[in-house]
């Protein structure tokens, strides 16, 4: 019997010893990607927002949550919070194409088209392969009613990564040549 109740105090021990620090911040951005990965946009925001909240994450951490907020912001039309949320990450990490790229597309959908074309222009500076950045300068070219140039652009990105179904369907799909 005294073996049992050791055991068991053990278990009991474990269960309610504190977390190491960053656990309960970590958690929650681990469920923030869950969410997002789901299409659960609000829940995303929810968790990462306690993610973010909490001071705990580490810079590539922090970044990863402010990204996948962005994407949720923006996914909801809040483009304003996932520009902040962009500009934010920028601060530390002010070579990330991806967010110049993310944050070139919330500016655009906003309508801030020069804005959009600054950042997207400093995506492509960093990354010159990146086939979304390429998909985007045509999509900000689209939105001036530029469409020789928008088709360039997006002729770009479908070279850059041939497979890419939606960048197909620009091109070729819907009769818009």
């Keep these: 019997m005294r073996k049992k109740a050791g055991l068991a ?3 009991v021990s474990l269960l309610v010893a504190p977390l190491p620090a960053g656990a309960d911040a970590i958690g929650d951005n681990n469920i ?4 997002f ?3 659960d946009y609000k829940g995303a925001i929810l ?3 306690s ?3 909490s001071g705990e994450l580490s810079d590539p951490d ?3 949550a402010l990204i996948n907020r962005g994407v949720a912001y923006k996914s909801i039309g809040e483009y ?3 520009i902040a949320d962009y500009t934010r990450a920028l601060r530390i990490a002010p070579k990330d194409a991806l967010l110049y790229q993310n944050r070139a597309n919330a500016l655009r959908e906003m309508g801030d088209y020069d804005a959009a074309l600054e950042d997207i222009q400093k995506s492509i500076d960093l990354d010159p392969k990146s ?3 390429w998909y985007v300068r045509g999509a900000i070219a689209e939105a001036r009613s530029n469409a020789g140039n928008a088709r360039k652009y997006y002729m770009t990105a479908l070279s850059l990564d041939p497979q890419n179904k939606v960048y197909r369907e620009k091109i070729l799909g819907n009769g818009d040549r």
């Design 9 to 11: 105090l053990v278990l």
């Design 32 to 35: 923030c990607y869950e969410k």
């Design 37 to 39: 990965a789901s299409a």
């Design 47 to 49: 968790y990462c927002t």
């Design 51 to 53: 993610a973010i909240d």
């Design 62 to 64: 922090l970044i990863a």
């Design 80 to 82: 304003e919070s996932a």
């Design 131 to 133: 086939a979304g950045a």
